[in-house]
């Protein structure tokens, strides 16, 4: 069944462009995005996948999923067979379908953005995030939309679909990514204690050997806005996500607060 069958509709339309070039020339950067798009106002034209979760335009424009990321591009060991079945699927489900951008970003240096994808009028992270294709990663452009991303993604691990069924993505205990440098991950676990180093949070956890989260001040200060004192985490269980550092120690470094999540107090 094709992934694009399984998207709820999407009633808000904005006007639409011609094409991504002559829209994207006169985008400026956006500022504060107001809320998370509900649809897309530049209009694109699938040509071929190039990872998990980014594709090609007919005019040769790489466009990138915001807010996700998918087998192949997680730094995990992948068989070729393995990525080349997640273009395949990105590919099926784009291919034949009205596309539409809500643009988060202006193009970088190898003309790439990052945009929110709807087809025919479906928003295709979400559904993806709930087939079990991809994960979310708050990294990657999010916006304001981690909350329904993570929403979609907790549908998908409720349900055990795709990739939560086969084992490929999993919720790890600090003590299983301890040889997992250059990997994104996502770690749940019991705080042991947080300290400061450096003007960056330490965050230890209960029985982990080494594994330790690196919390940057300004995803500290977004944090404390919502009330998440990471001085007062001890005893809490919480889930990270991001990349594992190359270093001896396996530190995972924390710049966006969504990567942080009081699973419970």
């Known amino acids: ?5 399984l998207l709820a509709p999407v009633v808000c339309v904005l006007p639409i462009q011609p094409t991504v070039a002559t ?10 995005q107001p809320a998370c798009p509900t649809s897309g106002d530049v209009r694109a034209e699938f040509a071929s996948a190039v990872t998990a ?33 997640a273009r395949s699927t990105l ?40 087939e079990g294709l991809v994960r979310v990663d708050p990294g990657r452009i999010a916006g304001l ?17 795709g990739h939560w069924a086969d084992g490929r993505f999993r919720v790890k205990t600090p003590d299983e990514v301890t040889k997992s440098a250059g ?14 180093l450096r003007g960056r949070e330490i965050i230890e956890f209960r029985n982990a050997s080494s594994f330790e989260a690196a919390v940057q001040p300004q995803a500290a200060r977004a944090l404390r806005l919502t009330h998440v004192d990471l001085r007062r985490l001890r005893g809490k ?9 190359l270093n001896d120690r396996p530190v995972m ?13």
């Open 145 to 161: 939309c981690e909350r329904a991303l993570y929403s979609a993604e907790r549908e998908g691990i409720g349900a055990h679909t």
């Open 91 to 130: 590919a099926a489900t784009l291919a034949g379908h009205e596309l539409r951008l809500a643009v988060l970003n202006l193009a970088d240096r190898y003309q790439r953005v990052t945009a929110q994808l709807f087809a025919d009028g479906n928003w295709l992270q979400q559904a993806m995030l709930r």
């Open 23 to 32: 829209q994207l020339a006169s985008t400026k950067a956006p500022q504060n």
């Open 253 to 265: 470094e924390i710049s966006a607060a969504a990567a942080l999540e009081v699973i419970q107090k």
């Open 1 to 5: 069944m094709r992934l694009w069958l």
């Open 183 to 196: 990997r994104f991950e996502i770690v749940e676990g019991e705080v042991w204690r947080s300290r400061d």
């Open 53 to 85: 979760s980014s594709f090609r335009t007919t005019e040769g424009r790489e466009v990138r999923l915001a807010g996700v990321i998918g087998p192949g591009e997680d730094g995990s060991p992948a068989s070729p067979e393995i990525v080349a079945a």
């Open 237 to 245: 269980v919480i889930r990270v996500r991001g990349w594992i550092g």
